[in-house]
């Protein structure tokens, strides 16, 4: 499994512990919100690397409109390029079938020796329901979650659900100030012909401009509903 193609030597001296980071979103699109996420919780667990992990066919999205996996790996990897601790994989979107995260989990786990330690990266409202995806119990003995939240967002509840489980998840929580910006607002800003300037990089504005994304779809408006 080629799933962190620059550090091939993830975990090569024995002497030491590795931190590998797993990035995990649908990234549609990727946005500055989740680069700085990768970069604080890099730097607050000192990770040797960050892995940009889009989902494939994700799994509570399955009746929702999810832009092609190709391209929100393409952005994946043009917002991701200039910094030499984050990389990109495919392993998800090559997978078929519905993204589960315990199976990228297993075969991290397979991939790398035990001195490579696994923190799994996502947005504190999809770890709100992380008691309910597939074989919880597994992943808590697999990886350490870190949940990303935004200014003023309540841990309280995400906590007492985690804790009323019973199943013993070590899940961290980092406040980001940057994750105002989100992809739902991007893709109505786009689709409403409004500058997303500043939201993402300039590499990924250029991709979805050359490819035309969001501009027709239906696009869920910022409070949730579905436009056109
Ligand atoms: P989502 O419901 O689209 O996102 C929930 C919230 O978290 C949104 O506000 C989202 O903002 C934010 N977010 C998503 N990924 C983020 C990240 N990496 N960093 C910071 N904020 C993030 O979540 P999703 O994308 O479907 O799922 C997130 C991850 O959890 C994926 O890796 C997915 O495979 C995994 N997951 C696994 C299962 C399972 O195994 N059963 C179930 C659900 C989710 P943006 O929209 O701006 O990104």
Redesign the pocket.
Known sequence: MHAAPRLPELGADRQREYRLG???????P??Y??LV??EQAREALELDLVL?????I????QDKRVTDAEDRYAMTVLATAANPAFDASRF?IDRDG???????LRALRANYPDNVKLF????????L??V????AAA?AELATFIA?T?PGYDIEQARQRVAASGVPFDVRYIE?PA?A??????RARVSAKKSVRYLTSESVIGYIRKNGLYSSHAVERVDGATAR
């Open positions: 797993i990035m995990g979103g649908t990234f549609d990727i946005h919100g989740h996420t990768a940009f992990m889009p989902a494939g994700p799994a509570f999205k998800e519905v993204t589960y995260t315990i199976d990228t799994f990266i996502t947005g504190a409202d999809a770890i329901d992380l309910t995806w597939h074989d992943m990303a935004r980001i994750l910006i989100s992809s739902t607002n991007i």
